[in-house]
Nanobody, 122 residues
Framework: QVQLVESGGGSVQAGGSLRLSCAAS??????MGWFRQASGKDREFVSA????????DYADSVKGRFTISRDNAKDTVFLQMNNLKPEDTAVYYC?????????????????WGQGTQVTVSS
């Protein structure tokens, strides 16, 4: 049974940092990514990492502040979030896909974690 389990969310003040983790079990993914969904809004792409060192992809809103990384040996993907802003407040979801094609669409991902809340106060 494939499972993605996120951890590391929490509440911080603007300018602070958080590191999200997503541990995968029951399967191997060619591509893993992070999405977020703020209250009342659609789920949006944040970042994606590809297998075998593919260049990471970032949404413009987080570029330069967030860094995605992957520990293949542990089947874990991380999202280091620095200089957080109130507009980063959302539930963050980890997603996995068995396709090597990079995509920002949620529909391109086959498996999802349960989400972890990130709240940034001003």
């Amino acid at each position: 049974q494939v499972q993605l389990v996120e951890s590391g969310g929490g509440s911080v003040q603007a300018g602070g940092s958080l590191r999200l983790s997503c541990a995968a079990s029951g399967g191997t993914f060619a591509r893993m990514g992070w999405f977020r969904q703020a209250s009342g809004k659609d789920r949006e792409f944040v970042s994606a990492e590809g297998w075998f060192g593919a260049t990471p992809d970032y949404a413009d809103s987080v570029k330069g502040r967030f860094t995605i990384s992957r520990d293949n040996a542990k089947d874990t993907v991380f999202l280091q979030m620095n200089n957080l802003k109130p507009e980063d407040t959302a539930v963050y979801y980890c997603a996995g896909s068995r396709s090597v094609i990079m995509s920002r669409s949620p529909r391109a991902y086959d498996f999802w974690g349960q989400g972890t809340q990130v709240t940034v106060s001003s």
